[in-house]
């Protein structure tokens, strides 16, 4: 699976961005995708994720309410919607695919097998 992200920019606090992750290789439909993010000096951290149905969502304590992640299947794209955008968003984001299980606890980045390149958020205070 080759995995590209895009959207990421620079924005105001408040602000809002749609990054994408779109995917090619594999059949998407099997996979379960994911996004993190790696701000300068710390170690990188789950977002969000969400299985190959959209029936199992799940989010980070510091993103809930804010962010969502979705995914169209039939172009094979998951996007991260994120608002009210605060500067500790600032970091390079990830997305991520991981085979669906049910055994898997996909908060945890060592269960993911397939990275993309991530695309730099910045927040302005």
């Known amino acids: 699976v080759q995995l590209q992200a895009s959207g990421g920019g620079l924005v105001q606090t408040g602000g809002s961005l749609r990054l994408s992750c779109a995917a090619s290789?594999?059949?998407?439909?099997?996979?379960?995708m994911g996004w993190f993010r790696q701000a300068s000096g710390k170690e990188r951290e789950f977002v969000a994720a969400m299985t190959t149905s959209g029936a199992g969502t799940y989010y980070a304590d510091s993103v809930k309410g804010r962010f969502t992640i979705s995914r169209d299947n039939g172009k094979s794209i998951a996007y991260l919607q994120m608002n009210t955008l605060k500067p500790e968003d600032t970091a390079v984001y990830y997305c991520?695919?991981?085979?669906?299980?049910?055994?898997?606890?996909?908060?945890?980045?060592?269960?993911?097998?397939?990275w993309g390149q991530g695309t730099q958020v910045t927040v302005s205070s």
């Open positions: 290789g594999r059949t998407f439909t099997s996979y379960t």
């Open positions: 991520a695919s991981t085979y669906l299980s049910a055994r898997k606890n996909y908060r945890d980045q060592d269960v993911y097998d397939y």
